[in-house]
């Protein structure tokens, strides 16, 4: 199976930064898609961003000029820039993947256990 393991969040001031990692690991042959959902308080969970493959990406317009989504598909691997960060931008962060086990199988959805980031004075 594949497991998507987050990292990177915490509690920063309002303006401050953060880097989310997230790892995609197990019996991998393939990933397409990849990208990250949050989900706030009494909210439903809601896109951040999502990265292709190939690189193009589209982003939430509450999180654009602000966040920057990339990856690294040697280490299957996405990441989250998130700069001018704002009290509204607390929320539980899920990394999900577009993965392959097996050649012969479609590709299935993942997600990450999610990781906390507080945005607060």
């Known amino acids: 199976q594949v497991q998507l393991v987050e990292s990177g969040g915490g509690l920063v001031q309002p303006g401050g930064s953060l880097r989310l990692s997230c790892v995609a690991s197990g019996r991998i042959v393939s990933i397409n898609g990849m990208g990250w959902y949050r989900q706030a308080p009494g909210k439903q969970r809601e896109l951040v961003a999502r990265i292709t493959r190939g690189g193009s990406t589209n982003a939430a317009d509450s999180v654009k000029g602000r966040f920057t989504i990339s990856r690294d598909n040697a280490k299957n691997t996405v990441y989250l820039q998130m700069n001018s960060l704002k009290p509204e931008d607390t929320a539980v962060y899920y990394c999900?993947?577009?993965?392959?086990?097996?050649?012969?199988?479609?590709?299935?959805?993942?997600w990450g256990q999610g990781t906390q980031v507080t945005v607060s004075s």
């Open positions: 999900n993947a577009e993965a392959r086990v097996d050649w012969r199988y479609a590709f299935e959805l993942y």
